[in-house]
């Protein structure tokens, strides 16, 4: 089966802040079949951040009994031998947050991009929050440009396109409404919205919306004969198909 968890935002333990993802965790977890899966944390986002990456083996590691390992590429340069291996003897591959314009810039000069396409052929469960989320669509709603200018505007940044849809994540956020409803406009097809503390979950053709928050949702936000609409995705237990989103549109 092919699978994906797209985070829309929150936190796994950074000091200072609470764990909030707990749940959506797990369920990456449990998306595995096994007890003490292979983690493999990507954190090309946030360059490379060991702060992050001890956040993660923390969360991850200690707390929910995986086996983590990390790929970093933003400061080193493995091999490809070495990151074909990591990616290839993992069970999850779990992207961190950060810049998403530099972090896919960095997977397609090393061929990362065709590896992780080649993981989720076989099964490995691809999963993300914020930049980790955006990569596994098609376009993204990515603030990538405030790492150098935090008065820059909010940008379209390509994606692998596993999911053929645009992504914004941290929709809860002030800007983001405001902002994905311009982008939306002059781009083609549908867009989910994900608030801090919700998951998309992908299992070959169905989806099913997953959270930590009750309050916590995702949205289907798209133009139809030059009227928004911004529609909440219903949370179920049971997996849906991805045709009926699209249902949304055509109605």
Known sequence: ????????????????????TTRIDKEIIRLSGKKNPKLL??????????????????????????KTDVLYL?????SKKEIKEKIFQSDIVYVGGGNTLKM????????????????????????????GAICW????????RRFANPKAGLIKVSGLGLIDMLLCPHY???????????M???SAGVAIALDNCCAIEFMDNKYRV??????????????????YHKEIIKKTKKLMPIKDLMCLIKT
């Open 184 to 186: 939306m406009k002059k």
């Open 210 to 227: 997953i959270s930590s928050e009750s309050s916590a949702n995702a949205y289907m936000v798209y133009w139809k004969a030059n009227k």
């Open 41 to 66: 944390f990507v954190p090309t986002a946030s360059s490379d951040s060991e702060s992050y990456v001890e956040v993660v083996k923390k969360h991850f590691g200690k707390k929910l009994r995986c």
């Open 74 to 78: 933003a400061k080193k340069r493995p």
């Open 104 to 131: 896919m810039k960095i997977w397609r000069s090393t061929g990362v991009d065709k590896l992780l396409k080649q993981a989720y052929e076989k099964g490995v469960v691809l999963s993300g929050i914020s930049a």
């Open 137 to 144: 669509f098609r376009q993204g709603n990515s603030d990538s």
């Open 1 to 20: 089966m092919k699978k994906i968890v797209a985070i829309g935002g929150g936190e796994i333990g950074r000091p200072g802040y609470p764990i909030e």
């Open 172 to 182: 809860n956020f002030k800007d983001r409404e405001a902002d994905l409803k311009k």
